[in-house]
């Protein structure tokens, strides 16, 4: 195995040398590691993702709030009978 400043790289005899498992499972894991990038409106401060997630919720609830309930068609009212 031979030493390197990113990590332990090992050596093989059938092809170029591959990285180590948890050189890989860093490389995967930076983007989790990046801070958020934040919108700063006067007093308001927040990040982009928490941003698209309130913006998510507030349209399910507008379409939970137009979308028409199943079965549920306006009622015809029956005709009475004894003419009243």
């Known amino acids: 195995m031979l030493a390197t400043r990113r990590g332990v790289v090992a050596a093989s005899p ?10 890989t499972e860093r490389k995967e894991s930076a983007a989790l590691d990046t801070p958020a990038t ?23 609830f507008v379409v939970a709030l137009l979308a028409p309930f199943p079965g549920h068609d306006d009622p015809v009212e029956p005709e009475h009978a004894d003419g009243a």
Request: net charge neutral; proline share 9%; no cysteine.
């Open 14 to 23: 059938y092809g170029p040398p591959q990285r180590a498992a948890a050189d």
């Open 38 to 60: 934040y919108l700063n409106w006067n007093f308001i401060l927040i990040s982009i993702p928490n941003l698209l997630m309130i913006l998510g919720m507030i349209a399910l």
